[in-house]
């Protein structure tokens, strides 16, 4: 399904894609039959930065990212734990390495924990001399 995927979506909108949920729309395009593949490509990397927002939308949504994560190192927030930090970090990396295999952002409840997580990375930061504990 991913080999099939992948042309179909190097001819569409490439910086800007298609648009959230429209993957079930184009499956025509790949001429392949409909009964074996569900509404989304199962490749939530693939689906996002081809068909959902293209490469620009990718990269808004990656830098989005890295200032929740590299949040920590920057002076100021409220002072959290290095080992809590980096559990979190872990959290948030299992969720997207699981994205490259299926498809856990279409989930709510998945996603609302990733963003709650994202929420938490971006108010916490280190002690001043560096987190000891």
Known sequence: MYDAARPMARGLFPLFGTGPGTFW??????RIQRDLLAGTVAHDWLETRHYSYGWF???????ALACAVLRWFAPG????GRRFV????LAL????????????FQIH???????????VLF?????????RR
């Open 123 to 131: 108010s916490l930061g280190r002690r001043p001399g560096g987190s």
């Open 77 to 80: 927030g409220i002072r959290g």
């Open 86 to 89: 980096i559990l979190a970090w």
């Open 25 to 30: 729309d184009r499956l025509p395009a790949l």
């Open 57 to 63: 939308g990718m990269a808004l949504l990656l830098a």
């Open 93 to 104: 990396a299992g969720c997207l390495v699981h994205a490259r295999f299926d498809f856990p």
């Open 109 to 119: 409840s998945i996603v609302f924990l990733f963003l709650l997580i994202c929420a």
